[in-house]
């Protein structure tokens, strides 16, 4: 399911292959920095990570388009894309006001890469108002460029994270993008849920890293959000036998960082 968010050749089709770099994101969680609420550029890798990953805290939709232009500039913006488009589809889908202003920036700067970016955004976002800005996106730019790629928008299935089984470390990476952007607790648990699937299962396609990257992130998630500790915690109480004893450690983690004195 994941490779039908992927962009498509020559240039924009670079299959993921190695989940691992998926995102710049994971290399930048360990510069937290304090977000500013403003529509300027972001000037940092850190400072756009730290708006990404801490959204849910200090949510600023207005910094919408300049973090779709921050992305189109990375190096690895690509290997992203699935991820960005599931992130923002969370902000845009509350926000029709937002959309509409989203397109007619991008649209009226005409970079390619933010194009693409956003017409994925699009594709995934699954409503009455993305469908109409693919229609209008299919008639009002260059159909050699886009064409082909806005047609494959209208065939992408809905993604619904909440229910469908967790299959990849990208389905992972997919679901700590919404954790990022509402806080909500189901992201989460459904990472939690997947932690004794160490062993691949050839019927439902899950890969034989999925449990142990699971754990990983959570590891990783831990260090600088503690409504992850709070959810970890709250999971332990009821987890299975399965899932416990992986469980204990990152709870264990989270007790040890609670009595570090509080960062000024």
Not at 13 to 25: D, E, G, P, R, T
Not at 189 to 205: C, M, W
């Amino acid at each position: 399911m994941a490779d039908s968010y992927c962009l498509p050749p020559n240039p924009w089709n670079k299959m993921i292959s190695k989940i691992s770099n998926l995102l710049i994101i994971l290399a930048l969680l360990l510069f937290p920095l304090e977000a500013s609420a403003s529509t300027e550029p972001f000037n940092s890798g850190e400072q756009f990570a730290t708006w990404l990953t801490h959204y849910y805290l200090h949510p600023e939709p207005e910094r919408t388009t300049r973090a779709i232009e921050f992305i189109s500039t990375t190096k690895d913006f690509r290997n992203s894309i699935a991820i960005t488009a599931v992130f923002f589809s969370t902000i845009l889908k509350e926000d029709k006001n937002l959309l509409k202003t989203t397109y007619d920036q991008i649209s009226k700067a005409n970079n390619q890469k933010t194009r693409y970016i956003l017409l994925n955004i699009l594709g995934v976002l699954k409503t009455p108002e993305s469908k109409e800005l693919l229609q209008k996106a299919q008639k009002e730019w260059d159909p050699k460029i886009y064409g082909e790629f806005i047609k494959k928008r209208f065939e992408v299935p809905a993604l619904d994270l909440e229910n469908m089984p967790v299959r990849s470390v990208l389905d992972l990476e997919m679901l700590w993008a919404i954790f990022f952007v509402t806080g909500k607790d189901w992201p989460v648990k459904r990472v939690i849920s997947t932690l004794d699937k160490k062993v691949a299962d050839p019927k439902l396609k899950v890969s034989v890293s999925v449990g142990a990257d699971a754990e990983t992130s959570l590891h990783i998630h831990i260090k600088n959000h503690p409504r992850v500790c709070e959810i970890v915690k709250s999971e332990l109480k009821k987890s299975s036998k399965n899932i416990k004893p992986l469980l204990d450690p990152i709870v264990a983690e989270c007790d040890e960082k609670a009595k570090l004195p509080a960062k000024s």
